[in-house]
């Protein structure tokens, strides 16, 4: 066989683990992780890249699961939409418009997917 057809072609990607204090820190602004407790419970609710944060037999927050790099920019969303409306306004959020704290924008909303609109929007839902 000849080694050039058998190479691998490809990237590799690496999930690094952090810490929930070590999240915490890095939202901006860092909050406590009590905070960040609250933040995770909210995101396992509605956001299907934190289902495994809650535990199924008791609904409550799987302390076992870990975080990646990857969550720290939905958890800034979420942290960002919280401190402005509050919790409750981020919960209403979150279940319209999952899509929004994922990935940053709005789908399937009018085409509508500037900051402006999309913060129009999300105001409108709560």
Do not use: C
Not at 30 to 56: I, M
Not at 82 to 97: D, F
Not at 105 to 126: E, F, M
């Amino acid at each position: 066989m000849n080694r050039k057809s058998s190479e691998l072609k490809g990237s590799i990607q690496v999930i690094q683990e952090i810490t929930r204090t070590q999240a915490a820190k890095e939202l901006q602004p860092a909050v406590s992780t009590r905070t960040l407790q609250k933040y995770l419970e909210v995101a396992a609710l509605f956001l299907p890249s934190f289902a495994d944060f809650q535990d199924p037999e008791t609904g409550y927050l799987n302390r076992l699961a870990k975080l990646n790099t990857w969550h720290l920019p939905k958890l800034q969303r979420i942290r960002e939409y919280g401190r402005l409306h509050g919790m409750t306004r981020l919960q209403v959020a979150l279940s319209k418009h999952p899509e929004y704290f994922e990935t940053g924008a709005i789908n399937n909303v009018n085409n509508q997917t500037g900051s402006t609109n999309v913060q129009s929007i999300l105001q409108k839902a709560s």
